[in-house]
C-alpha cells in the first residue's frame, strides 16, 4: 500500500478502498490481502456502500463511476455538463442509491450536488469550495470561503434546511 492516498472504508468495515500507483485498489483489513479493481490516473475520492458499489472519481477531469467491490468494468454514473470541469469526491447517502459529490470549476457550477446510480440526472445543493461530508442523522459540513460550515440536510428530500451555521474558520484550501 506504498504511496496509497484518499483511503475509504467498506459498509461493513471489513476492507478499506484507496488508491495508489493509478489505479484503485482495496484491503482485506483481516488478511491484509491488495485487489487492484480499476485504473484511476488521477483520482479524486471513493465511497462504498452496502450494496458491495463503489462509487469513485478516476480521474481528476472526468465524471463519477461505479464498480463492484469485487472488481469487473467500470460503469459511469455521472454525465458532465460542459460548464462542469470534474465531478469528485463522492459519499453515499444513508439510502446507499443517492450520493454527494463536488463539482470543481468555474465559480458559476462549483458547489456540492446529490446524485443517484439510478440516473444520471443530478443538482446543486449549495455552493461550496470543496466536498461537503454527510454527518448522520441530518446535517453536512461544507467549506465557503475558508469557513467550516455545518447546515441541516433532509436525506428523504434530497435538500439543505434552514441556514447554515459556522463551525470554525481560517481554513485552507488546496481541494483540486
Not at 79 to 93: N, T
Not at 113 to 133: M, N, Q, T, W
Not at 145 to 153: C, H, S
Request: proline share 10%; with cysteine; aromatic share 12%.
Amino acid at each position: 500500500t506504498e504511496q496509497s492516498f484518499a483511503a475509504f472504508w467498506s459498509a461493513d468495515s471489513k476492507s478499506i478502498g484507496f488508491f495508489s500507483h493509478q489505479a484503485m485498489k482495496r484491503i482485506d483489513v483481516e488478511s491484509g490481502a491488495v485487489q487492484t479493481l480499476a485504473d484511476a490516473p488521477t483520482p479524486r475520492g471513493g465511497s462504498w456502500n452496502q450494496d458491495g458499489t463503489i462509487l469513485f472519481a478516476p480521474a481528476g477531469n472526468g465524471p463519477l463511476y461505479r464498480i463492484p467491490a469485487t472488481g469487473g468494468k467500470p460503469e459511469q454514473v455521472t454525465q458532465q455538463r460542459p460548464q462542469d470541469a470534474s465531478h469528485r469526491f463522492p459519499q453515499f447517502l444513508p439510502d446507499e442509491h443517492h450520493f454527494l459529490f463536488w463539482v470543481h470549476r468555474p465559480p458559476d457550477v462549483r458547489g456540492v450536488y446529490v446524485g443517484s446510480l439510478d440516473s444520471k440526472e443530478f443538482h446543486r445543493i449549495c455552493v461550496a469550495d470543496g466536498p461537503a461530508v454527510f454527518v448522520p442523522p441530518n446535517h453536512i459540513l461544507l467549506v465557503h470561503e475558508r469557513v467550516l460550515y455545518a447546515q441541516r440536510f433532509d436525506p428523504a428530500k434530497m435538500e439543505l434546511a434552514g441556514e447554515p451555521f459556522p463551525v470554525t474558520s481560517g481554513l485552507s484550501g488546496g481541494w483540486a
